[in-house]
Every structure is written in C-alpha cells, then in structure tokens.
C-alpha cells in the first residue's frame, strides 16, 4: 500500500479512463493547489471495478451513480440492466424472466435518456425507453446514470440519463487479448418439445496501442445464444355480478402456457483511438448487433363465465369478504389449444465520431458526428385447434378451476385428452375474431345464418418499427485564470430522429375448409407432430404441439390482412420526425469557501424542438372496408434548461453536494402521432355525442419538473463509502389520458357516404397538465470488512435503500400514480475476493408498482405488479491470482440467477385475488471461463 499526492482533476481522468498523454495536458498550478493524500490500494476483479465506480462518483460534478469493469467483458452480471438495477435508487422491470427496463427514482425508462459514449440511443420498441437486453453487457467498460444533469449533457430526462461507455484502448496500459466462454441451462427444463434449454455466450475481445501508444483499437465479438422457460397463468379478467344485492366477481376465462424462449445476438464492437500530437485526439466508434428472439408458447384457452359452459350452483365456493368465487365448475364448455409462436428480429448500428483540439494553450475545441438506427421486425402467430369449428361443435367438456393460495393463479380440472391428435384438431373451434370480408366471402350457411365469426383459425399480428438518429454536436472549453471559475464551456447540437411505426395483422384461414358439409377440422399431418407439451401446473395435463410455423409456411392456411377492415391497425401506423437543435453554456467552478474545495458547474441549455408528424384518419365504410385519409400535422416548442452542480469538501473524505435541474422528457412516440379513428355511433355517448375519435395527439409537449438533489457522502477507505441524501422533483405538468370536444362539421359518415346532422365528436386522447411532488431520500454504503479486522481482507458489503414518496394529481384533480414508482427499493450484495477466490451473492427488492406489458396488437398496456425479491450469486476462481502460473490468465466462474425462483405477478384491479399474470421463471444456472492471452 502507498500513497501519493496527485490532483483531484488527475484523479477524474482516471477515473474516466482518459489517456496519460490528456493527463499529463493538465496545468501545473492545478497540481500544485491541491495537496490531498489519495490512499491506493493495488485490486483486482470485482473490488478493483468498485474502486473505479466509487471514484467516478467522487470526482464528478454532478449526481451520479456507476459501475465499472475491469476489464472489457467482465461486467460482474451477465444482463447490463441487472448489473444497473443494483445501483442506490435504481431497478428493473423484467420482461419474460430477463432484467429489460430501468427505473431511475420512481420514473420508468421512458421518462430518461440512454446514450452510448454521451449519444442518444434508438429504442427497438414504439417508444423512446431502450430495452437493455438489446445490449450485451460483455461490451461495456462501464455505466454511469446522471441523477442531476448539466448543462452541457447531450440528452433530456426528466429521470435522468443513463451513459453507456465502450472502452479508450489508449487508457488501457498493456495489450489484451481475451476469450469469454458461458454455458447456460434453466432448471425448469425444456418445457416445449422443439425449444433448447441450454445456450451459450462467448466474447473475443483485443485492445492494443502502436505507433509509440498515439494510436490504438478495440475489438470486441460477441455472440450469445441465451434460452429461458416460463410457466404462466393469466386470466381474460374477472366480470362483476350482483347477486341479492351483493357484488360478486368470477372468472372469465384464462390463457395460462408454456414459454420457451431463445434469444440470439451477434455483436462487433469496434474503436479507433489517435493523439498524434499534444493538442488532437480522435477517437472513432462502431456498434453492431444483430438481435433476434424466438419465443415458443403452447397452452390453452379456457372460457369460463365468457364461455359456452353452464355453471353448476353446487360446486361453487365464495371468499366472502370480497365477493370472489375462488372455486367452480362449468358443463359443456370447449377450450382452445394454442400452438403459437413469435419472433423479433432487428439490427441495431451506431457510429461515432469525436475530434478534440486544443486551439491554444486555454482553449479546446470538439466536434461530434454519430449517427443509431435499428428496424425491429416482429411476427406474432397464433394457430387454434379444438374439438369442432365454431360454437356448439365437437366435444364439449367439464372444466372446474380452484383458484390457489400464494397469488399464484388457478388449478383446472377436465374430462377431456387433450393430448389426443384425433380429438383436437386445427381450426378455430369458438367463434372468435374473423372479418366482414371473410364472412362476405362464404356468405350464408343452409339456415340462412350469416358466418359471422366463424373462419379464424388464427392471426399474424407483424408490426415493423423504424428508428434512426443522426446528431452532430459542436463545443468548446476555455480555461480561466481566477479563484472562481476554472473554465466556460459552450456548445451547440442538432439531432434529427426519425421514428415509424407500420402496423399489420393477418386472419388464418385454412384452405381446405368448407361448410357446412363438413367442420373444416384439420387433423394434424404427422410431419408437423411434435408430440405434447405438459400443462400440469395449471392441472390440464398434455396437450398436442406441432409445428405452426411450418405449416403456415407450407400454406396450409391463407391470410387476409385484417387492415382492410380493422381501422386500429392505421391508427398504430405512423411515423414521427423530430429536430432538436439545442446550444448550451457552462461554467465550472473551483474556488474555497471559508478554506474548503467548491467544486460543480452552473448552465444554461436552450432546447428547440421541431416535430413533424405523419399518420392517417381511418374510418370504416358500409361494406366494411377501412377508408383512410392523410393526417399529417407540426408541432414545435422550447425550453430554457438551467442547472447547478456543486460539492463542497468538508475534507479529505467528506463531501456535501447540492444539484439542481430542469428536466423534460418528450412524450411516446405512440402518444404524440397523428393516426387517428373516427367512428360514428347510432348510440349518443355519455356526452351525447354520436362521434368518436381515437388516437394520437401531435400537439402533445414535454413532462416538466424542476429537480433538487442534497447529499452528504464520506470516502472513508479507498473500497469504501457511505452517503445520505434527499431528493425532490416538483412535476411542473405531466401527460394524461382524457377526452376533448371535437367539431366535425362537414365530415361524412364513411358508413353512409352523408354528412350526418351531429357534428360534435368525443375525442379520446393524452393531454399535458397536472402535476405534483416526487420526494424521497437515499441511503448507500460500500463496506470493506477488513475495516474491522485484517483478517477480513477481502469481504465486504453493499447495500443501498431508497424510500419514496409522490402526490401526483392528473389534469382533472384526480390522485395519479406514476407508471414505473416501487415506494422501496433495496440492494444488497455480499462479497469476497482474495487469493483468486471470488464470491458474490446480491439481492434486488422493490415492492409494488404500475408497470408496461404488452397486450393485444403489441399494444402497451398498464397493470398493477407485485413487488419482487430477487437474488443471484456468483462463485469464481482465478488461477493467476491464487499463484498457479501455469494457468495464469484463467479464470472460471458458476453463476446462480433467481435462486429463490421469485415469480412476476401481475393484478387485474385491487383485488388480491384476481391474478391477471403469475409467471414462473425458475432459476438459471451459468458456468464460464475466461482467459486473457
């Protein structure tokens, strides 16, 4: 152990892994003014990247919070967005068992900024928050998420902004050539037939310098193939009955399946770094991923007070205290079995590029060119089979459901084989679905009864989202000589962002049906037989699973687009292009006050927005088919963006740090487009009005908060750090879901080719208003044990709890909760590393919150989440550090995710008992080498 005296601006640039040639760039006299002893302790593995992430926070001027690697590919969590979750005041929202959104504070992804090396990112979804498993963590040097912004920070959140980085080969000191190897299986086995329950992930990576260490690359592939399985229960909902004046719920019906998901990304990471001379440095970067997810689902759909059933009164049971019949058996009902499967593929590339140059020995200029963009290609199948086609065909059967304790959904009970391939055959078996045109085109059946609704053998739902950002952005530094400012910044940037949406779904039908001569049941041809998949967790026993890709694709079934006639498919259709052209400055502070270090920044951003928008107004006509006229609209707006950053050394170790910021996060994309429909109705609304208009509102502005940040932190040990703090945002105005007047004078009915004599419409749309208090406060420490004794060397502690609290009202004065805010939040990890061992165990809670799911359409939709409690562990070795030379550069590692097998749990409405999704992931088991050349 030694010590040493170097400048905190010295050790910032460490910190941010810059080069030795920009540090040694620094002035003398900033050396000579600060004398403050900075304890170095030689680490390696997971405590070295704690040193580096304690630092990062220590020496930046605003609120942060980081993780960092040592080295490239050595993240200490196979997800980035696990590895960020365990960060004080920060969690996720998983999405089919993996760690997928971020939550900064109580505000969702959507309510933040993701960037890669100080760029905004595309998202792959139909809104502006980036879903993290797109990124494969073995790529990153590091994170950090800015709590409090400045001025100069290229990316607008209300809560906060969360910087990716890739690393600087002329910061690393010695050549690295490393491989990464990971095997994967889940526990919960291979739940479907033709799924994979064991992957693999591995990494190539290569830094190196030349040219007297003025130049030097990175190159990182990756390529995981990552499998996950799932066991889901989730009910259609729970109708409401009075019965003898008192209200009852039941079930309606439920979805429950089987899961198997592959994820397969590919990626190239590639970076070119040059100083050759004192005064430019370059440094260029590129991001490849192919990302492509397979998801297998198999399961049946069982009507039940929705169905075709009976209801027997004598084998009903009631939770009295709400109403609920947790128990009950239907006679005569039919159930649909779902062979389904979906699929998304897209390409992610960004490129950067950044050119430093000091003009003179005061002054640094910096140009920034960078351009993200992904197309995400989704294809939804699901193909139906059953006991006869239609309503009252085939077998029927008698279904019960008991619903379990634990929140865990219902346990069914059944007469009927449903892995039998001569009893459940493929084609629609209710009536479900199906399109006027279908039904013109088989026209009527021998009792002269339309066939409505009886031609669905399934559905393609396949959206394509577009997302493209190029930005350039110009700035300089100039030093100053005086006891107060160190130095002015000041910039300008512009970003053009281009976002589509198409939308488009496809009614199955099977080519070889007719009617009524006989059901149009096709019996499953054996090439396509896959055997069965077990449904025994939710007690309906085996059911059949064949392959419906391939016969889809071997055109068993022909399709018509339901956009002829479904009007919603162009209201999810648009496309958004937005302009920010933003200038900033920036002055950074270093002073004393009474003899203490002041150091931060205060700024101005000016932010100008420009937004074109491009969609459709659709109607249905009287045949039946959808009409669409052109809506396109502008929009722009501004906002002045002050901020201040400060924190004041009280001395060697302790710190008190004061953030102030405006924030603004833009509205979704999905809310502000201008596809609209618009219906008339025979029956007058509530307002009286015949017309409805549905959809997007171009006219939308930016969420608004005012942002206060007041924290003590104490460094007490080179691992080691403790820090208390509050937080406050005053929500200025937020978005909302509401309802207009609308004058339509003019507009023909599409249904009757007439201007109808009510003009005024009901406009059904998100609108800005309201607003309220975010407040909570925030408590973190690092802990190294050998504190305590020297025998503890190497164990330690992390652990953080963040506690808060929100008085949000809507527009109309009503409470709000936000989507994505768990009142507490909790993290903590337990660790040892020493002599080569390595251990770790982390746990990650967060109790209830309003989350986003996908539902009907790949339409985003709210529910209530229970809170979860979720632990890994991690056990590694490294030869190299334990002293065995010959196997120097080795290290092996066994990973345990989930281990207490914590399920996500989603309600329908405030009762406990009415689960909408109960999900079981199992647990994941991960064993990996590394070795470095």
């Keep these: 152990m030694s010590t040493f005296k170097p400048s905190m601006l010295t050790l910032a640039l460490v910190t941010a892994g810059l080069s030795n040639q920009a540090i040694a760039e620094q002035s003398e006299e900033s050396v000579k003014n600060d004398q403050k002893k900075v304890e170095v302790v030689e680490v390696r593995g997971f405590r070295a990247s704690i040193v580096k992430s304690i630092n990062t926070k220590r020496f930046s001027s605003e609120v942060v919070e980081s993780i960092s690697a040592e080295d490239i590919g050595k993240l200490p969590d196979s997800s980035i967005a696990e590895s960020i979750a365990r960060l004080p005041g920060i969690t996720s929202q998983r999405l089919d068992g993996r760690s997928n959104r971020v939550t900064v504070r109580g505000f969702s992804e959507n309510e933040g900024a993701t960037t890669l090396n100080g760029r905004e990112q595309v998202s792959i979804n139909d809104n502006r928050g980036v879903e993290f498993d797109l990124y494969p963590s073995e790529i990153m040097s590091g994170v950090t998420v800015y709590k409090t912004p400045s001025a100069k920070l290229d990316a607008e959140g209300v809560a906060g902004v969360i910087d990716m980085q890739t690393v600087r080969p002329l910061s690393v000191s010695d050549r690295v050539v490393q491989v990464n190897a990971l095997y994967e299986k889940s526990d919960l086995g291979k739940l479907n037939p033709d799924a994979d329950n064991t992957g693999m992930r591995g990494t190539f990576s290569y830094i190196d310098k030349f040219n007297d260490d003025t130049m030097g690359v990175a190159l990182a592939l990756t390529t995981t193939s990552s499998p996950s399985q799932e066991q889901r229960w989730n009910s259609w909902g729970y109708p409401e009955f009075e019965e003898n004046g008192k209200q009852y719920s039941i079930l309606g019906g439920a979805k429950p399946f089987v899961r198997s998901t592959t994820l397969e990304r590919d990626s190239v990471m590639f970076v070119f770094e040059a100083a050759p001379n004192d005064k430019l440095s370059m440094v260029f970067d590129a991001l490849y991923i192919d990302f492509s997810e397979d998801k297998i689902l198999r399961g049946i759909e069982i009507p039940f007070a929705w169905g075709q059933g009976l209801l027997d009164p004598q084998s009903v049971s009631i939770d009295e205290a709400s109403g609920f019949i947790t128990s009950a058996i239907t006679e005569g009902q039919r159930a649909v079995v779902r062979n389904d499967y979906d699929s998304k593929d897209a390409q992610m590339q960004a490129f950067g590029f950044n050119a430093t140059y000091e003009l003179t020995d005061a002054t640094t200029i910096e140009v920034d060119l960078s351009h993200s963009s992904v197309e995400n290609k989704i294809w939804s199948l699901e193909s139906y089979s059953g006991t006869g086609r239609g309503d009252l065909r085939g077998a029927a059967d008698n279904i019960g459901y008991t619903f379990n304790t634990g929140n865990t959904g219902a346990q069914f009970t059944h007469e009927l084989d449903y892995s039998d391939y001569d009893l459940i055959k493929v084609g629609g078996p209710l009536s479900w679905g199906g399109s006027s045109a279908l039904n013109e085109k088989y026209g009527t059946n021998a009792d002269d009864h339309p066939f409505k609704n009886t031609l669905q053998d399934g559905f393609i739902n396949a959206p394509v989202i577009e997302d493209e950002i190029n930005a350039l952005r110009l700035a300089a530094q100039h030093a100053l000589d005086n006891d107060y400012i160190s130095s002015v910044e000041a910039g300008i940037s512009y970003k053009d962002r281009d976002k589509s949406r198409v939308s488009e779904g496809y009614f199955m039908t099977l080519k070889d049906f007719s009617y009524p001569d006989n059901t149009g049941l096709l019996t499953v041809p054996e090439q396509y037989r896959l055997g069965t998949a077990n449904l025994d967790f939710i007690g309906m026993g085996d059911m059949i699973a064949y392959d419906s890709r391939a016969m889809v694709a071997d055109g068993y079934f022909s399709l018509l687009a339901e956009s002829l006639t479904d009007a919603s498919h162009a209201a999810r259709t648009w496309s958004v292009n937005e302009e920010v052209t933003a200038a900033f400055v920036?002055?950074?502070?270093?002073?004393?006050?009474?003899?203490?270090?002041?150091?931060?920044?205060?700024?101005?951003?000016?932010?100008?927005?420009?937004?074109?928008?491009?969609?459709?107004?659709?109607?249905?006509?009287?045949?039946?088919?959808?009409?669409?006229?052109?809506?396109?609209?502008?929009?722009?707006?501004?906002?002045?963006?002050?901020?201040?950053?400060?924190?004041?050394?009280?001395?060697?170790?302790?710190?008190?740090?004061?953030?102030?910021?405006?924030?603004?996060?833009?509205?979704?994309?999905?809310?502000?487009?201008?596809?609209?429909?618009?219906?008339?109705?025979?029956?007058?609304?509530?307002?009286?009005?015949?017309?409805?208009?549905?959809?997007?509102?171009?006219?939308?502005?930016?969420?608004?908060?005012d942002g206060f940040d007041l924290t003590y932190e104490n460094y007490y040990h080179s691992e080691g750090y403790f820090t208390v703090g509050a937080f406050y945002k005053d929500i200025k105005t937020w978005i909302f879901d509401s309802s207009t007047e609308e004058d339509l004078s003019g507009v023909v009915n599409p249904k009757t080719g007439e201007v109808p004599a009510n003009s005024t419409a009901t406009r059904k749309l998100k609108v800005n208003g309201g607003g309220g208090d975010l407040y909570g406060y925030e408590f973190a420490v690092t802990f190294p044990l050998t504190i305590i004794h020297s025998s503890m060397e190497g164990f330690g502690l992390i652990a953080s709890h963040t506690r808060i609290f929100q008085d949000v009202e809507d527009h109309n004065g009503q409470v709000f909760e936000l989507a994505g805010l768990s009142k507490k939040m909790s993290n903590l990890t337990f660790y040892y590393e020493n002599h080569g061992f390595q251990f770790r165990a982390s746990m990650r809670k967060r109790s209830d919150f309003k989350g986003d799911v996908y539902g009907t359409g790949f339409k985003t939709e709210q529910v209530d989440i229970l809170g979860e409690t979720i632990w890994d562990a991690q056990l590694g070795y490294d030869f190299g550090e334990a002293g065995i030379k010959s196997l120097e550069g080795l290290t092996v590692t066994l990973q345990a995710q989930n281990i207490t097998e914590e399920p996500f749990t989603s309600l329908s409405g405030d009762n406990h008992l009415q689960i909408r999704d109960y999900q079981e992931y199992g647990r994941v088991f991960l064993l990996g080498a590394s070795y470095k050349f």
């Design 586 to 705: 920036q002055a950074n502070i270093d002073m004393e006050v009474a003899g203490m270090p002041l150091k931060g920044n205060t700024g101005l951003r000016y932010v100008k927005t420009e937004v074109e928008t491009k969609g459709s107004k659709a109607g249905v006509d009287a045949q039946g088919q959808v009409i669409l006229e052109d809506s396109n609209e502008h929009h722009d707006y501004s906002h002045l963006l002050p901020s201040l950053n400060l924190s004041l050394s009280i001395d060697d170790e302790q710190m008190l740090r004061f953030g102030y910021a405006k924030t603004i996060s833009r509205a979704r994309m999905s809310d502000m487009n201008s596809s609209v429909i618009r219906a008339y109705k025979d029956v007058p609304d509530e307002n009286g009005n015949y017309w409805e208009i549905t959809g997007g509102n171009p006219e939308l502005e930016p969420k608004e908060a």
